[in-house]
Structure formats: structure tokens, C-alpha cells
């Protein structure tokens, strides 16, 4: 379980293809304090850490969540938001994460809003009714408030804002239009939803 609070911004060092592939991460982490099967969520993925040493660690990654993860994410020189799972009795400075990724989005447009940068991110159909204004969002791992969300013709849109310290500390202030992004939805909407179409069901 994790925050979507990122405490450090890694770089894949290699990638490689071993059925799946083994990727190795550089990290300001202290390595030793991390255990062979630590969980660590790597761009909004909980991966499991295989082998570590000072200043890297590596994961494996499956074909299954290549194929639902953002494309190119896996590729060697790619920063990652990293984030340690959290442990009982710590603060949670932002919503519940799994580190399940639900599916990928589109950045469609990027603006500037004061010091800050307002993000309209297009999502697939099936992930639309899960977005609601002012709720919670994991975009690469990074939890985040929703702004709006508005249909349109070509899809659902919502938009976030990045305060400076979010693009300093994260991934995000380097986003571009059209890159891909992996999103979690809120863990509360996924069981409000379920609930709902059960309540219909019984109706």
C-alpha cells in the first residue's frame, strides 16, 4: 500500500529481457535499510525488489503489466517516481494507492496557471464514471487532486495543477502533450462503483 507521495525520482540504468524484464533502478535510497521483497512503486507500479546493491536496486517486470503500463516506460535512461510502501502508523500525506495501474491516459494540454502548471489529461471510456471533480487521482504514482472533468466528443478530460515543489520533486513537471501516463483511480471510487451495480442489479 502506498501514499502517492513520491520520495525520490530514480533512472532505469539497464533493462533487460529475461521472459520478462529485469530492470535496474538508480536511486538516492539507502539500499541497505531495503529488503530482498520489498515492495517499492515505481511510476504508480508496486514491484517487487529481486536484488539490490549501494545506490540501485532491480525489478522484475512482467509482460502482463508492460502491456497495461505506459509505453516506453521500461526502457533504459526513463525516470520513475519511486515511493517505499507505507507502514503502519505513518502519516498519509495523500490517498490510498495500490499500485495497481487501472490504464493508461494521454496528456492533451499543458498551460501555465501562476506559478503552478494546469494538466488536461485524456482518459479511455472505462475509466471516466471513476473521475469525479475534486476527488483523487494517481498519475505516475503521484497522488493528486482532480480539478474538472468535462465529456467531450473525442473523450473525458480532467485537469490537475502542479505546484512547483510537485514538478520539482516528481516526474510530472516534465510532462509533454501527447505522452502516455499510467493512472490509478481512487480505491473508494472502484468499491462505490461495485456497490452501485449491485444496488441496480437488486432494483
Known sequence: MFTGIVSDIGTIKAAEARGGLRVVVDTAYDTAGIDLGASISCSGVCLTVVDKGPGWFAVDVSGETTSRTAQGQWSAGRRLNLERA???G????GHIVTGHVDGVAEVVEIAPDGDSQRIAIRVPGDLAPFLAAKGSVAVDGVSLT????EDRADGTRFTINLIPHTQKVTTLGG???GQPV???IDVLARYLQRMEHYRAKAG
Open 86 to 88: 507505507m507502514k503502519l
Open 90 to 93: 505513518e502519516e498519509l500525506g
Open 146 to 149: 482532480v480539478n474538472t472533468v
Open 175 to 177: 510532462l509533454t502533450p
Open 182 to 184: 499510467n493512472i490509478e
